[in-house]
C-alpha cells in the first residue's frame, strides 16, 4: 500500500501562485509514476500532470500547460505542483495520485484550492 499526503492549498488571488506538495509513504518502490487531478463539485475529475517517478518525463493538461509545473524529490518521496498565473476558474479540489504504468492505484484525499478574483 501506498499513503499520499497533499498539502499546499489555500485561498489566493488571481494571478498569484501557490505550490502543492505530495508526500508517498509505504510502499514506495511500486511507484512509477505521479500526478496531479482536479476536481470541480458537479464535474468529472480532470488531468492536470504526471511525472515519470524514475526518468522524470511530464505530460500536463492542455488547460494548465505553461502556467503549472510538476516535479518531484525522490529522496523524500515527494512530488510537486507550482501553479503560478491562477485564475478563477483553476479553483477545485486537487489531488496527488500514484500508480504503475497504465493504472492510478492510489489517491491522496485532496486539498482545496481557490482562486478569487
Known amino acids: 500500500q501506498v499513503q499520499l499526503v497533499e498539502s499546499g492549498g489555500g485561498l489566493v488571488q488571481a494571478g498569484g501562485s501557490l505550490r502543492l506538495s505530495c508526500a508517498a509513504s509505504?510502499?514506495?518502490?511500486?511507484?512509477?509514476?505521479m500526478g496531479w487531478f482536479r476536481r470541480v463539485p458537479g464535474k468529472d475529475r480532470d488531468f492536470i500532470a504526471r511525472?515519470?517517478?524514475?526518468?522524470?518525463?511530464?505530460v500536463y493538461a492542455d488547460s494548465i500547460k505553461g502556467r503549472f509545473t510538476i516535479s518531484r524529490d525522490n529522496a523524500k518521496n515527494t512530488v510537486y505542483l507550482q501553479m503560478n498565473s491562477l485564475k478563477p476558474e483553476d479553483t477545485a479540489v486537487y489531488y496527488c495520485?500514484?500508480?504503475?504504468?497504465?493504472?492510478?492505484?492510489?489517491w491522496g484525499q485532496g486539498t482545496q484550492v481557490t482562486v478569487s478574483s
Open positions: 509505504g510502499r514506495t518502490s511500486s511507484i512509477y509514476t
Open positions: 511525472i515519470s517517478w524514475t526518468g522524470g518525463s511530464t
Open positions: 495520485a500514484a500508480g504503475g504504468q497504465t493504472t492510478w492505484s492510489y
